[in-house]
C-alpha cells in the first residue's frame, strides 16, 4: 500500500505562485505515475498533470498549458505542482495520487492511491 502525503496548499492572491508537494512511501516510487488531480466546489474531479517517474514524462489537462508544472525529486520520493498566474477558477482541493506504470494517465479510475487532498484558495 502506497501512502500519499500533500502539502503546500493555501490562500493566494489571483497572479500569485504555489508549490504543491506529495510524499510518497510505502512502495517502489519509480514504479508508478504520479498524478495531481482538484475537484472544485460543486464540481467532479479533473486531471491536472501526471508524471511517469520512471522516464519522467509529463502530461498536462488542456486548461493549465504553461502555468502548471509537475516534477519529482526521486531521491526523496516526492512529486510537485509548480502553480503560477493562479487564477479564481484554480480554487480547489488538490490531490495526489498514484496509478501503476501501465495506467491510462488521464483516467481517474486508474489511479488507485490517493493522498487527502490541500486546498488552495485563490483569492483578493
Known amino acids: 500500500q502506497m501512502q500519499l502525503v500533500e502539502s503546500g496548499g493555501g490562500l493566494v492572491q489571483p497572479g500569485g505562485s504555489l508549490r504543491l508537494s506529495c510524499a510518497a512511501s510505502?512502495?517502489?516510487?519509480?514504479?508508478?505515475?504520479m498524478g495531481w488531480f482538484r475537484q472544485a466546489p460543486g464540481k467532479e474531479r479533473e486531471f491536472v498533470a501526471a508524471?511517469?517517474?520512471?522516464?519522467?514524462?509529463?502530461f498536462y489537462a488542456p486548461s493549465v498549458p504553461g502555468r502548471f508544472t509537475i516534477f519529482k525529486n526521486s531521491a526523496e520520493n516526492t512529486v510537485y505542482l509548480d502553480m503560477k498566474s493562479l487564477k479564481a477558477e484554480d480554487t480547489a482541493v488538490y490531490y495526489c495520487?498514484?496509478?501503476?506504470?501501465?495506467?491510462?494517465?488521464?483516467?481517474?479510475?486508474?489511479?488507485?492511491?490517493w493522498g487527502q487532498g490541500t486546498q488552495v484558495t485563490v483569492s483578493s
Open positions: 495520487a498514484a496509478a501503476s506504470r501501465d495506467a491510462r494517465i488521464y483516467s481517474e479510475s486508474e489511479y488507485k492511491h
Open positions: 510505502g512502495q517502489i516510487f519509480s514504479s508508478y505515475i
Open positions: 508524471i511517469r517517474v520512471s522516464t519522467a514524462s509529463t
